[in-house]
């Protein structure tokens, strides 16, 4: 099965590449729509050898390189490798090649982040003059406002100290520093956010003061990949930031457009659906530039914008910036039975009518049940029993919620504590699943990150296969001698502990005790603060799962519990995001399984997705009849029919839905898509 291709498909195929050759050869620009399982990356991968066959030896004379862009880390390296070394072409993800073109403009990047700086100033300034909660700040005199914020400043180590401490002890801290002010301390919550934001504003204008003096360390701006979040006032800036730096400094400077233009020649997008807008309009300003020059440039776009699921990408918006661009369609599919593919056009219904490119492409199974929740263990060991799973041929199941995942694959208690924080309460739920489940790090929440960095470690000195040079930043590795580094390694391997506050107290009170300096650093690398100590790494984190502070009892014990997780739970959790979990059965988030295939899938279905209560009942409800539906409906029908088409095309041979809610009402519309309905119970 899944074998044999016709010399008439190899044909078609090698035509359908050949279209994209063309715009090569006339640096035209294209995009290339292909659905799920057409062999997307088969087509890049050939794309860029042809460039390299035709091109290579004149772009080599001109010093000129081809630039390949990936949305992860995974990808890229899947294209480098199926690649094959080549110097011509520079693979990478979006940050960093951004990053590379851009790092260089030192006095353009330092502008815009002045301007940032300022415009955070003034918003900064503005919630502080009229939010209600600074009411007690704002009814001071200016000369009082002026004097508190010299008392907080001459005392900001004591005002941290006692931040996630009870409010009767800030009170008492401060009460006598502050008795000229007898309402400002009346609500501790209210009194740490006017603090936290004038020290913020002061660190942002001294930041605006050394830039405008020239002070030495703010004369440009740091990008690093390792951090998640801005730290304007140290001049770093993070992934979104870079974006939106990039697109200000492309956008306005043509030199930097012609620089770009003339060194790479060709730029491919690999996934253009999941891509930025900023990068978009970065691609789209190049291509404009480019034609008012007369001068020769290509990009290139591979994607299928059914397959966008992301908020952050362009989906089929990219429409409205191809203006002028040759259109390549692939109808063909390289992953699926014929029978899973029915499926998957049924969904999508556009113009991409896939067909198996191989002609033994039948066989595949799949079948649609309705039944309950707690069907839901009996469903998965039917199949585990009919289609003989186990460890070498495994079966992935695809559940509703993001804590059922977290409960089946070992680390519900986890979930459950970080659930739990302050910062995700309200109308920030929605964040923690990304903060806390993403398989990009750089969408990891802050606190997370210092807790998936750490597991890490752990992980990794475990692992027979790891380099510890791994481990040490290029900058830290290239002062280390062989002693050094032996030394290095030997305090690493001694760092224990049972739960994940114990193994790293573990490592702080090595690397106090480290007279080299060398474990210090990395350890302050690793974890992103100033001082090492448990205690500020622990309100480091409290800081950011709980802004309010942890004064309440019900608060500081939330902390405690997340600081204490066993540490064999942080290890599954850490398994999880990088896709490395053990066991017969694998478990998924409908949106972690994006580029991913399996034999055998299972996909657990119902009305309700996340904290919307009607989901997929109202994409069968309406999938018959969508022309009736309004912008805001129509929406929404795309943002189901798109994770409904990214998770059935993950299978290769079997396929089973069980929907475990009442379908009588949308019977017709499953049966559109999916054929008879059967009934599954215990």
């Known amino acids: 099965m899944l074998s044999i291709i016709s010399e008439r498909n190899k044909t078609i195929e090698n035509n359908i590449n050949k279209k994209i050759f063309s715009c090569i050869d006339d640096e035209k620009s294209f995009i290339f729509n292909a659905g799920a399982g057409a062999g ?10 042809y460039l390299i066959s035709t091109k290579g030896e004149f772009l080599k004379y001109h010093n000129n390189n081809v630039i390949c862009i990936t949305y992860t880390n995974v990808a890229t390296e899947e294209i480098r490798q199926r690649l094959g070394n080549s110097s011509l072409v520079l693979v990478s993800t979006i ?118 003096q020239g002070q030495r360390g703010y004369d440009k701006v740091v990008y690093d990949a390792r951090y998640n979040n801005d730290a304007l006032h140290k001049m770093r800036i993070s992934h979104d930031t870079l974006l939106k730096y990039a697109r200000k400094i492309v956008l306005d400077y ?55 699921i992301y908020e952050s990408g362009i989906g089929n918006k990219i429409q409205d910036h191809i203006k002028g661009f040759n259109v390549i369609n692939k109808n063909f599919n390289r992953r699926s ?33 309705q039944g309950t929740l707690e069907d839901t263990d009996a469903f998965l060991q039917k199949y ?95 002062k280390m001698n062989l002693g050094d580094l032996r030394a290095f390694i030997s305090n690493l391997n001694q760092a224990v502990g049972d739960t994940f506050v114990e193994y790293l107290n573990s490592l702080i009170n090595i690397a106090n005790q480290d007279a080299s300096g060398h474990f210090t650093t990395f350890l302050k690398s690793v974890l992103d603060v100033d001082n090492l100590s448990l205690f500020d790494v622990k309100q480091k984190i409290a800081r950011i799962l709980f802004p309010n502070g942890t004064e309440s009892q019900e ?43 399996f034999d055998n899938v299972i996909i657990i279905m119902g009305n309700a997705f996340g904290r919307e209560r009607n989901y997929f009942d109202f994409y069968f409800s ?33 396929l089973r839905v069980l929907y475990v809610d009442e379908t009588t009402n949308f019977n017709q519309g499953i049966e559109t898509i999916f054929g008879e309905i059967h009934s599954f119970s215990i």
């Open 622 to 654: 309406h999938c018959r009849c969508q022309n009736a539906l309004n912008d805001k409906e129509k929406e929404k029908m795309t943002r189901v029919k798109n994770l409904l088409y990214v998770s059935v095309t993950r299978a290769i041979k079997n």
């Open 384 to 478: 585990k029993d009919q289609w003989g799973i186990n460890n070498s041929n495994k079966l992935h199941c695809f559940l509703l919620t993001n804590s059922t995942v977290a409960e089946y694959s070992g680390f519900g208690v986890l979930y459950s504590a970080f659930k739990e924080a302050d910062i995700y309460k309200g109308g920030n739920y929605d964040v923690l699943n990304t903060e806390l489940l993403s398989d990009d790090i750089k969408k990891l929440g802050n606190a997370q990150l210092i807790y998936y960095k750490i597991i890490d470690i752990y992980s990794k000195l475990r692992d027979p296969q790891t380099q510890i040079a791994e481990f040490l930043p290029i900058e830290l590795k290239q």
């Open 337 to 369: 039975t014929k029978e899973i593919i029915s499926i998957a056009n049924r969904i999508r219904n556009d113009e991409i009518k896939q067909r198996s490119i191989f002609s033994d492409s039948a066989g595949g199974s799949i079948k649609f049940y």
């Open 40 to 49: 997307k990356t088969y087509s890049l991968i050939k794309s860029l050898k």
């Open 95 to 212: 940050h960093e090649r951004m990053w590379d073109i851009i790092q260089s403009y030192h006095p353009q990047l330092v502008e815009i982040h002045l301007d940032k700086l300022k415009s955070e100033i003034e918003l900064l300034g503005d919630k502080i003059s009229n939010d209600k909660s600074f009411a007690n700040y704002q009814a001071l005199l200016e000369e009082d406002k002026q004097t508190f914020f010299e008392i907080m400043i001459e005392n900001k180590s004591l005002f941290y100290g006692k931040y996630n401490k009870s409010a009767n002890e800030m009170r008492t801290s401060f009460s006598e520093k502050l008795n000229d002010f007898p309402t400002i301390l009346k609500n501790i919550e209210h009194f740490k956010k006017v603090t936290t934001t004038l020290f913020k504003i002061n660190n942002y204008k001294k930041c605006v003061l050394a830039i405008e």
């Open 555 to 597: 608060a500081a014990e939330k902390l405690e519990v997340i600081l204490n997780l066993e540490i064999p739970i942080c290890e599954s959790w850490h398994q999880f995001i990088k896709r490395e979990t053990n066991g017969d059965v694998v478990y998924h988030t409908y949106h972690g399984t994006k580029g991913l295939e």
């Open 254 to 308: 043509d030199i930097l457009k012609q620089i770009i233009i003339d060194k790479y020649p060709y730029i491919f997008v690999d996934e253009y659906q999941d891509t930025n807008p900023y990068i978009i309009d970065i691609l789209s300003s190049l291509v404009e530039y480019s034609k008012k020059l007369n001068h020769p440039f290509c990009v290139g776009y591979f994607g299928d914008s059914v397959q966008n």
